[in-house]
Nanobody
Framework: QVQLVESGGGLVQAGGSLRLSCAAS????????MGWYRQAPGKQRELVAG???????NYVNAVKGRFTISRDIAKNTVLLQMNGLKPEDTAVYYC??????????WGQGTQVTVSS
C-alpha cells in the first residue's frame, strides 16, 4: 500500500507559476516510477510528466519547456514546477505511483485553474 498526498494547486493568471507537491508514504521501496496526470472536464486523464526510479524524466509535448518534474528522495516527495501556465493547463492534477508489481496508486487530486 502506498499513500499519496498532494498539495499546491490553486488559481493563477496566465503566465504565472505553481508548484505541486506529492508526498508518498507506505511501501515506498516498491515504487518504480512516479508521475503527474491531469484531467480536464470532458477529457481523458493524461500523463503530464513522469520520473523513473533512476531519475529519467518524460513530459507530454504540451508542457515541455514549461514544466519540470523532480524528486526529493529524503522527503519521499515528487514536485511539479509549472511555469508559463496557460488556460489550457486548467485541470485536476493527480499524483501517481507505480509499483514493481505494476499496481498504480493515485492521490486525491488537486485543482489547477489558470485564468486568461
Amino acid at each position: 500500500q502506498v499513500q499519496l498526498v498532494e498539495s499546491g494547486g490553486g488559481l493563477v493568471q496566465a503566465g504565472g507559476s505553481l508548484r505541486l507537491s506529492c508526498a508518498a508514504s507506505g511501501s515506498i521501496f516498491s515504487i518504480v516510477s512516479m508521475g503527474w496526470y491531469r484531467q480536464a472536464p470532458g477529457k481523458q486523464r493524461e500523463l503530464v510528466a513522469g520520473i523513473s526510479l533512476g531519475g529519467s524524466t518524460n513530459y507530454v509535448n504540451a508542457v515541455k519547456g514549461r514544466f519540470t518534474i523532480s524528486r526529493d528522495i529524503a522527503k519521499n516527495t515528487v514536485l511539479l514546477q509549472m511555469n508559463g501556465l496557460k488556460p489550457e493547463d486548467t485541470a485536476v492534477y493527480y499524483c501517481n505511483a507505480r509499483l514493481v508489481t505494476r499496481t498504480d496508486y493515485w492521490g486525491q487530486g488537486t485543482q489547477v485553474t489558470v485564468s486568461s
